[in-house]
């Protein structure tokens, strides 16, 4: 059975191909293209991990993941901040904030793919 992944992104191009590219490489990937959406995707889709963007409109990948580390149901779901907002202390900023891990876009499907293997493995 594939592993599912939740992509939760503002820019729905940015999406669309993700979840694309992670069929290709045999994940059930879904979209979600705010913080609202992919907080009910979460509890509906049940993924095995979920790919966050920071900056996106209304509430922010921050108070998505602190709202997912509050639930019950979501607080054990990897979460991997995935952001075009370049920050020198990403990854330990990310894990301070109760993600696992951290990517910058732009990036390759392949690197993607590496570090989501990581999470769905454990």
Known sequence: MAAKVLVIDDEKLLVKSTCMALSFYG???????????????????APKVILLDIMMPGMDGWQVLSRLRAEEITKNIPVIIFTAKEHSNGTSLARSKGAVDYISKPFEPEELVAVLNKYIAA
């Open 27 to 45: 994940f059930e990937a879904k979209g979600a293209l705010d913080g609202e959406e992919g907080l009910s995707a979460a509890v509906q889709f």
